[in-house]
């Protein structure tokens, strides 16, 4: 049985609107049946996506095209929705019936925001539902398609689908596949044919190969042709190489540093613009009072007619500058309707543009930077931008040392950009610079400018975007993202590299070298063994790691950490229990590092037992003195009860007294030693028993 559908249109007088509505198939309603239709949405035996279809369910149908003379048509499923439980399939076959070829057979999620191309004027449709498992079916629309309406054409690189190069790529291989979404309905692709032109040079077959030399863009066209079903491909598609950009500005917060002292990694990147129309100037004008420099770019790319609506229309325009005060100049933009803005007014001043030449050699030009005015500034006014310093070596040979500078990047301007509301973009644009103030003067070595990007022509512009900054050391170790912070312990040369990647999938670095001084190496030597004995006193000593090294050093002490005044030599005599702390600096390098000791005390005072036990039972054996050994070189003697000396040391420690075969009984000692640089002795009795 074949059911029409036909879609009628219908006119709503009232509202004098015209409304049609969409035909909704769902499948059991339609079982068995075969519908002719271009339009209307397939669905399950739920026929939405919020109601689920049943258990045990089987149906087909058969959709067929409507029959136009003169055309042939196919058909199109496009499935915006599929949700089917496990077990559950949905079977689409190619052809009026099962018969046919079988396209697929889905389940799960696999057809969601898919779309079946059929290869005859019919596609055969059959559902099977298991018996333990249901999910929410599936929603598709229904479309009628011409065979040359599914032809299509994929390019690719070895990079895939894109079309963006590194600028060291040199040649690029391009690959075209042609055929029809779901398969050829002709049976055959024998006759397709491909042509490829680069700028003039043709060439025949599925793969071509052309050679880039330089960053820009490169349109080539493409033609694929079916010429058995008269279906073809054309298409003008460019590569693009990208430009490299700048890291000027990129440095470290110091180009020497102390073991252990922290430093910063400043990464500044600009991306480079490419343009396939002239966007800049080239000239090396001397900026000195008395004489202004003018110069214009015309432009004549942009649709007739076309003007500054809102100030975010305009970009920027780039000074490439260098100068001995900023705060002389003056800069200002004229548009072609006469419309000014004032860039940069004289200002306060006091720091470098660039690194200009001041010696007496003003007519040399410097090494510029790129300073530019933007609607999206990285800086504020140059008036309220805080100063750089660095140290460079000039065109003439001249070194100048922690000079101030303003670092490169993109300023806001004098006026608001607004100014320019309603200048047309074609026409000549003009710039005007001017040194106000005697005494300094630096030179213009071109200039720049754009509109926003959108506004340029196909193919004209493009500004590769960098997605990506990181830092890494001399290891090839990641140290962190832009900026970054770190600090080294060992003296030595060390070498950063900042690196970024664009959105071109490129990758570009610049390398900078950071000298790291060495710390005073010490240590804070006791006279006495520490922990003192309660009322000493000791000498503190600085002692090198390496004999020599303290003849440039200062020494500052500290107690607790407060300096000592006048605690300025590598001793000093510790007579409080407490931390000490010297602060050593190397008068060459400036490097410092800070030592410390801390000194205590202990109970000292003798422990002299009056009883011992010499019968080897190991308790209680040995005339032992406890403290003694605070006290080296002490000596004993004892007596025993008729005055006869039976034992005698002169170091007596650890060379305990084991009763020497004495008789029991009582015996008297005699110890002598030095306490607090004064001889004493003490005296007692011991008695001893077996």
């Keep these: 049985m074949i059911l029409r559908i036909l879609v009628m249109m219908a006119g709503m007088v009232a509202s004098g609107l015209l409304s049609a509505q969409t ?3 769902p499948i059991h309603v339609h079982n068995g049946q075969e519908i002719e239709t271009c339009s209307g949405v397939f669905t399950d035996s739920g026929s939405d ?5 049943a258990n045990n369910e089987e149906y087909s149908v058969t959709f067929r095209t409507e029959e136009i003379p003169g055309t042939t048509q196919y058909l199109k499923l496009d499935f915006s929705f599929f949700d089917l439980g496990s077990g559950d399939f949905l079977y689409i076959y190619d052809g009026p019936d099962a018969n046919a070829e079988l396209l697929v057979a889905a389940t799960g999620n696999e057809l969601q925001a898919k779309q079946i191309w059929s290869t005859q004027s019919s596609l055969h449709i059959r559902f099977e539902s298991s018996p333990s498992d249901t999910a929410l079916g599936w929603r598709a629309g229904i479309e009628c398609f011409e065979l040359c309406e599914a032809f299509y054409a994929d390019i690719t690189t070895p990079s895939g689908s894109s079309f963006d190069f590194c600028p060291d790529v040199q040649s690029v291989t391009f690959t075209a596949e042609a055929g029809y979404y779901g398969g050829n309905p002709s049976g055959t692709l024998q006759d397709i044919s491909y042509q490829w032109n680069f700028d003039g040079d043709t060439s025949q077959g599925s793969t071509a190969t052309n050679t880039y030399s330089e960053p820009g863009a490169y349109p080539f066209r493409i033609t694929i042709a079916d010429a058995q079903n008269g279906c073809s491909f054309d298409s003008i598609i ?3 190489l990208a430009t490299v950009p700048h890291f000027e500005n990129t440095q470290l917060s110091v180009d020497t540093v102390c073991a252990n002292e922290p430093f910063s990694l400043l990464g500044s990147v600009q991306s480079v613009s490419w343009t396939g129309f002239p966007t800049s100037v080239d000239t090396s004008f001397l900026l000195a009072p008395g004489e202004a420099f003018t110069s214009s770019l015309t432009f004549d790319v942009f649709p007739q007619g076309q003007q500054i609506v809102l100030m975010e229309d ?3 325009i780039c000074f490439n500058l260098e100068h001995e005060d900023f705060g002389h100049l003056e800069l200002q933009l004229e548009c072609p309707s006469g419309n000014t803005v004032t860039l940069k007014q004289q200002g306060l001043g006091g720091a470098h543009l660039g690194e200009p ?4 050699n003003e007519d040399i030009p410097g090494i510029g930077y790129e300073y530019c005015y933007s609607t999206t500034p990285q800086f504020g006014n140059m008036d309220e931008t805080a100063f750089h310093f660095h140290t460079y070596t000039d065109q003439a040979g001249d070194l100048y040392n922690n000079q101030a500078y303003l670092p490169a990047g993109s300023y806001s301007a004098a006026q608001s950009f607004s100014n320019l ?11 005007r610079a001017q040194d106000q103030i005697n005494g300094t003067s630096g030179h213009l070595l071109g200039w720049s400018m754009f509109f926003n990007e959108d506004f340029y022509p196909d193919s004209l512009i493009f500004t590769p975007e960098i997605v990506e900054e990181k830092w890494f050391n001399d290891s090839g170790n990641e140290i962190g993202n832009n900026p970054a912070n770190a600090t080294l312990s060992t003296e030595g040369i060390y070498d950063f590299t900042y690196r970024v990647w664009d959105n071109f999938g490129c990758s570009y670095d610049t390398t900078l070298t950071l000298l790291v001084l060495p710390l005073p190496k010490a240590e804070i030597v006791s006279e006495l063994e520490l922990p003192l004995c309660e009322g000493d006193s000791t000498l503190l000593t600085v ?13 500052q002490w500290m107690l607790e950490g407060e300096e000592l005044e006048g605690r300025i030599f590598d001793t000093i005599m510790a007579k409080q229990m407490a931390n000490y702390m010297v602060r050593i600096t190397d008068t060459l390098t400036g490097c410092f590092a800070f030592i410390e000791l801390a000194v205590s005390d202990q109970n000292c005072d003798l422990t002299i037992p009056n009883v011992f036990t010499p019968n080897g039972d190991g308790i209680n054996d040995l005339f032992e003195i406890q403290n003694l050994e605070y006290y080296p070189g002490s000596t004993i003697v004892i007596y025993n009860r008729n005055g006869k000396k039976v034992f005698e040391s002169n170091d007596y420690y650890l060379n305990w007294w084991d009763g020497n075969n004495q008789a029991q009984g009582t015996y008297y000692y005699v110890i002598t030693y030095t306490r607090l640089n004064q001889r004493k002795q003490t005296q007692g009795v011991i008695t001893l028993i077996r």
């Design 49 to 53: 996506t919020l109601s689920a279809y």
């Design 543 to 555: 002692t090198p790691e390496l004999v020599g090294e303290e003849e440039n050093w200062q020494f």
């Design 314 to 316: 305009f970009d920027r």
């Design 23 to 25: 035909l909704t198939f």
């Design 357 to 360: 030449v001041v010696y007496g």
């Design 238 to 240: 460019t590569v693009r």
């Design 421 to 431: 509301n309603g200048c047309p973009l074609n026409g000549t644009w003009t710039i």
